[in-house]
């Protein structure tokens, strides 16, 4: 089966501190991976997107940052978190060549305090 | 650069009744569009995907309609059933690398 798996599902974090949020995938190779975010009362927004390992491409100008250290591996980072960061993240994946269905992962509920 | 608009924001029936879920978006040249349920402090639910070259997809109670030149989709839910309850989502791939752009949803709340 392909699975998408996020970690870790909530986490209460203060203004400034750190943040990384994980996303793994199984089941599929070369998948094409996204971060989305939803904020309160707000549409998905895309955050990030990446076509390979290492490639990541930013739709918005924001405090965070994403790598793709493997395949199956995508990562959201952020050296100092702001209130605004607060939300529901989440990782899908779309097959190249496919349908380009997208697919999502449980989410990450992310409060910054 | 893409918008998608969807109408009602929110939407409450009687158990049993049929109703459709509106989605509009501004830029024709697509090349999916995605409906998508979501239940609270959850993912996404991917519900039936069509592909520019179709009309419609149909899956058990669903029914979703493309009309690219208008710009517009429909989600047809039959004989809607409490369970139906949560947020529906359209979204829409167009552009480079398969970017979708999601519309803010529509609620909908099945009432027994």
């Known amino acids: 089966s392909q699975t998408i798996h996020q970690w870790p599902a909530t986490l209460v974090q203060p203004v400034g501190s750190p943040l990384s949020l994980e996303c793994t995938v199984e089941?599929?190779?070369?998948?094409?991976l996204y971060w989305y975010r939803q904020a309160a009362g707000r549409g998905l927004q895309l955050l990030f997107y990446?076509?390979?390992?290492?490639?990541i491409s930013s739709e918005v100008p924001q405090n965070l940052s994403a790598s793709r250290p493997q395949d199956r591996q995508f990562i959201l980072s952020s050296k100092k978190l702001l209130l605004s960061d607060s939300g529901f993240y989440l990782c899908?994946?779309?097959?190249?060549?496919?349908?380009?269905?997208?697919?999502f992962g449980p989410g990450t509920r992310l409060t910054v305090l | 650069k893409q918008e998608v608009t969807q109408i009602p924001a929110a939407l409450s029936v009687p158990e049993g009744e049929n109703l459709v879920l509106n989605c509009s978006f501004t830029d024709s040249a697509i090349y999916n569009l995605q409906w998508f349920r979501q239940d609270p402090g959850k993912g996404l639910t991917s519900l039936l995907l069509i592909q520019s070259s179709q009309r419609e997809q149909t899956s058990g109670r669903l029914n979703a309609s493309l009309d690219k030149s208008s710009g517009r989709s429909t989600l047809y839910i039959a004989a809607s059933q409490p369970g139906d309850s949560a947020t529906y989502l359209c979204?829409?791939?167009?552009?480079?690398?398969?970017?979708?752009?999601f519309g803010t949803g529509t609620k909908l709340q099945v009432i027994p």
């Open positions: 899908a994946r779309a097959k190249i060549g496919s349908t380009n269905e997208q697919f």
């Open positions: 990446s076509v390979g390992i290492g490639q």
């Open positions: 089941g599929t190779s070369n998948p094409n």
């Open positions: 979204a829409v791939g167009s552009g480079g690398y398969q970017k979708v752009t």
